[in-house]
């Protein structure tokens, strides 16, 4: 099986288990490696309900440590950091002083709006849906041209709850972010927790992943695991998106530096 490249700790205050019981379900779906990616501190008081105080990175640190050793999988550590308005001077500095193995950018606020957070799904029904698409896609434009960042995470997160704009005018704004994504020389995860959710879809779409794939934006596999069941959690229907789409390999990092290795032959 591919690498689970996001997978989520206690520390962020809406995930359980054990990074051992983590690695034990991982161990059990044959998963290739398993990077640990909890959500970032973020000292300036961004979104703390969400997110470990920069005083428990250690402790995060100390987690993934604790299950690097012995048994495969491979644990890599990462981290999924927010790209917002006000998040560079942190991250900039922050970021490569840190000794991580790969870096996920994502985007989970418009504004003050956490519009993929179930108690604010209601505002949903009050903006304006292809307005606040473009929007998101202007964010991970300006997160890609950071270069702050591997990979994006779950490129169109804005479904979740399944408000979408036509496909005509996705394609439209979905370029210039996808253009920048392969100029930044970054990747792209097949993120497959939207089956999880009310949009019942793995992020990207076809048809996201398609554009990704012309411009060759590699790809790798991501969870979004809160809990230990979740590693690995229906990456054959991934690959089989990965396959549909084009795709015949995928990255695995270290250091932050990637590598290329063939999809499982099905
Ligand atoms: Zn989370
Ligand atoms: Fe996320
Ligand atoms: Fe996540
Ligand atoms: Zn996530």
Not at 105 to 119: A, C, E, K, R, T
Not at 134 to 154: C, G, P, S, W
Request: with cysteine; charged share 25%; proline share 7%.
């Amino acid at each position: 099986m591919v690498s689970d490249y996001h997978i989520h700790t206690v520390l962020c205050k809406h995930a359980e288990g054990e990074p051992k019981a983590f690695k034990k379900i991982a161990a059990n779906r044959n998963i290739g490696e398993m990077c640990f990616t909890d959500h970032v501190p973020a000292p300036d008081g961004y979104d703390p309900a969400n997110r470990m105080d920069i005083g428990q990175y250690d402790c995060y640190r100390e987690m993934i440590r604790s299950v690097s050793g012995g048994e495969p999988p491979r644990v890599l550590m990462g981290i999924e950091a927010d790209y917002y308005d006000g998040c560079l001077s942190f991250l900039r500095d922050w970021l490569p002083r840190q000794p991580l193995d790969f870096v996920l950018g994502s985007v989970h606020y418009l504004n003050n709006w956490g519009f993929d957070n179930p108690d604010e799904r209601a505002v949903w029904d009050s903006v304006d849906v292809k307005a606040t698409w473009r929007t998101y896609f202007q964010l991970i434009r300006e997160l890609a041209k950071t270069r702050l960042f591997d990979a994006v995470a779950h490129l169109d997160l804005p479904k979740k709850f399944g408000y979408r704009p036509p496909d005509a005018a996705l394609i439209e704004m979905a370029k210039p972010a996808l253009d920048e994504i392969a100029a930044a020389g970054m990747a792209i995860e097949i993120n497959s927790s939207g089956l999880r959710r009310p949009v019942g879809e793995i992020y990207p779409s076809l048809m996201l992943l398609e554009m990704a794939r012309e411009r060759e934006i590699p790809i790798c596999f991501g969870s979004d695991a809160h809990r230990p069941e979740e590693v690995g959690y229906m990456f054959e229907e991934s690959l089989r998106l990965a396959r549909q789409a084009g795709y015949t390999r995928s990255l695995r990092f270290s250091a932050r530096s990637r590598s290329f290795h063939p999809l499982p032959v099905c």
